[in-house]
């Protein structure tokens, strides 16, 4: 029950307009949840656990599983009913973040303000984490008891292809590493992001979605917005790269630029980039217009989005 009335106090604030305080009251909720589903570090094997929790609890803004709870708010699922699948997200994102920080991938040393996983221990140790943590995902959904067994099968499916191959994150990891050192197109670019980062953000919305229900009209709509959410975190993260610093970011800066990576400021400019940005926003905001019901929510994380710094 305490559960059930915290997740209640969350997601049913009289619409959190507010969205740094909602996703703050998510990550609270999101961490919670997340220290019941991880092993300990006391039980075997502990190293392995021990990479995992440094990984999961390092500070991470939680944005996936919060932006799911605030599309499921928006179509009344019952608060409870989304916890499990919201945790299922994050735990795919650290995965990815583990393994993207090996030296076969980015070789990042710093990951939101600390070692990497295969620093703070060894890449054998950040491999099997990583490994671990995509398991858990799929059997946090799979023994969701509060969801009907179809529906678990259709959010395992619709979070699996969102991970993998040939549309998925692991698709654009792929990508973004072929296009390293050489000089791709706008559309090449948009291809990478929309794969790369915008398919995990697409299917935490889906997923948000699909819980209460929602027909077929509005799961489209939910889609472009965030099709065009994904893509406007990435954007984002592209110009943060060259115009913050570590301690902005809790990673190294300009990596992207020294490794030859395929960004929005490599290929249009600062500036140019900043216009792309405004375009994106709106054309996520526009995507709302076609649900009816509140959606001031929705709006509110695409604005945060547009303006954050970190």
Known sequence: MMVRSFVSSVVNNPIATDVREFLASCRTLIDAELDRLIPKESESPQRVHSAIRWSVFAGGKRFRPA??????QTFGAPPDHLLRTACALELIHTYSLIHDDLPSMDDDDLRRGRATCHVKFDEATAILAGDALQ????????EDEKLAPDLRVKLISEVARASGVPEGMVAGQALDLEAESRTVDGDELETIHHRKTGA??????RCGAMIPNANEDELEAITAYATNLGLLFQITDDLLDVTATVEDLGKTPGKDARAQKATFPALYGI?????????VHTAARSALERIEGETQLLQSIADF??????
């Open 135 to 142: 398991a858990l995902a799929f059997q946090t959904i799979a």
């Open 200 to 205: 995990l953000i697409r299917a935490a919305a």
């Open 67 to 72: 932006l799911l709870i605030a599309v499921g």
């Open 271 to 279: 500036e140019a980039t900043r216009a792309q940005l405004k375009s």
């Open 305 to 310: 989005i547009l303006q954050r710094q970190v």
